[in-house]
C-alpha cells in the first residue's frame, strides 16, 4: 500500500517491474540470438553521454546502432545520424526512464545487424532508470567531474548495478574540486566490483581503454 | 490505463497527485500564515544547488532554513548545518523527488521562524520533482554550464515551471562548449516568462542579482 493514499501503488509497481522484466528477458534472447552485444549507458543529464557516443563510433571499428531515449527533442538521434550510424530516439514525454517494451519497440524499427554493438542512450537521471532492466548485457554509468565525488553515495542504486563506471570529463578536473580517490573510494563503498575509469570524451583521454572494455 | 500492463496506473498516479495537492495547499496557507518565503530548488546532481545555499546562506543577511533532499546520505545536511542554518535532511530511499507530505514532516522537526527564508533543495533529478507541487511560493532550476545549452529542450518540463533558472558554473564556460544565447533562446521556447541569470556559485558572480531577487 501506498503511504500517500492508501493505494495499491507498490503492488501495481512490483507488477509493472515483473512485466518489464518479462519483456526484457525476451530482449536479451534476442540479442543472445542474433550476437548483439548491448550496453545500457545511464547518467545524469549532460555527463557526456553523446559526446562518448559519437566518438566511440567513429573509432572502434566495428558495426554499432544506438537507441536514443530523451523527454522530448530527436537533438540526440540527430548528432548520431551525422556519424552515419544507424539510430532511433525514443521520446518519454513525461516519462523519466526507458523500459524494455520502448527498447523492443524501438530494435522493430532499428533492426541491429547480428555482429553489432548496442548503445541505449537512457534518459539522463540517475535514479529512475536504475530499476528497469532492458534485457541489455552490461550497465555502464557515467559521472562527469563537475557533478562531485560524493554521488555514488548519494545516487547507490544506479552505481550499485553498475558493471563499469566512466568518470568523464577529467580534462576539467585543473578547474573543479573533485578529488578521484575519493570518488573511487565512494564507488568502492556501494558496488566493489564495478571499475572506475576516467576519461575525457571529448579530449580522449583513455579511450582506447574503454574500447578494449567493449570488445 | 497503463500502456505497459492494463493496470490502472494512471487512475492511481493522478490519485497521488491529486492528494499531493491537497497537502501543498496545506504546507501553502502554512507559509502564507507564518510569513515563510519558501523556494523549491531542482536541478540534475551535481549542478551546484548545495554550494549556493551554503553561500547564499552566509551572505544573504536574513534568516534562513533549508529543506535536503536526497536518495541517501546525511552529508547535504551536514554541509549546511557547518554554515549554523537550522537544517532537516529527506532521504527518499528508491524514491526519486520530494512530496508535499514528505515536505510537512520536515517542517514538524524543522520548525523554521516566522520571516525566514525556506529553500527546499529537491532530490537532484530534472525530471520528477516537475510533476510535486509542494507549496512553494517560487520554482528555481539550476542548470550548469557543463551540461550543455540543449536541456531546456530536452526537459522541458522542470523549465516550463521555473520562475527562474540560475545558470551556474558560469567560471567553467571559457573550458566548455557552450552557447549561452543558444541557451536562453532555447529556455524562451518552453518558457518565455522565465528569467535567465548567469551566476558562479562558487567564484561569486552576479550573487548579488540573486539575492535581489530573493528580497
Not at 553521454?49 to 527533442?73: C, F, M, N, S, Y
Not at 523492443?104 to 537512457?122: I, M, Q, R, T
Not at 550497465?139 to 563537475?146: A, E, G
Request: proline fraction near 6%; include cysteine; charged fraction near 25%.
Amino acid at each position: 500500500m501506498c503511504g500517500t493514499c492508501g493505494c495499491h501503488v507498490i503492488k501495481i509497481e512490483q507488477k509493472i517491474l515483473a512485466i518489464n522484466d518479462e519483456t526484457a528477458d525476451i530482449n536479451r534472447t534476442h540479442f543472445v540470438d542474433n550476437d548483439i552485444l548491448t550496453i545500457n549507458l545511464m547518467s545524469s543529464p549532460g555527463s557526456g553521454k553523446t559526446t562518448l557516443l559519437e566518438r566511440t563510433i567513429r573509432e572502434i571499428g566495428r558495426p554499432v546502432a544506438v537507441v536514443e531515449g530523451d523527454q522530448e527533442t530527436p537533438l540526440d538521434a540527430e548528432r548520431i545520424r551525422r556519424t552515419g550510424c544507424p539510430v532511433v530516439q525514443i521520446n518519454t514525454g513525461a516519462g523519466c526512464h526507458l523500459e524494455a517494451g520502448m527498447l523492443a519497440g524501438a530494435l522493430d524499427d532499428l533492426k541491429p545487424a547480428p555482429g553489432s554493438l548496442l548503445f541505449v542512450e537512457n534518459v539522463g537521471n540517475l535514479i529512475c532508470p536504475s530499476l528497469f532492466d532492458l534485457g541489455e548485457k552490461y550497465r555502464v554509468v557515467i559521472l562527469s567531474v563537475t557533478e562531485g565525488a560524493d554521488k555514488p553515495l548519494k545516487y547507490p542504486h544506479v552505481f550499485a548495478i553498475a558493471d563499469l563506471v566512466l568518470l568523464n570529463k577529467v580534462d576539467l578536473l585543473p578547474y573543479v574540486d573533485f578529488d578521484p580517490l575519493e570518488c573511487r573510494r565512494h564507488l568502492a563503498a556501494v558496488n566493489p566490483r564495478a571499475d572506475l575509469l576516467p576519461i575525457s570524451a571529448t579530449r580522449g583521454d583513455n579511450l582506447a581503454d574503454w574500447y578494449d572494455w567493449l570488445n
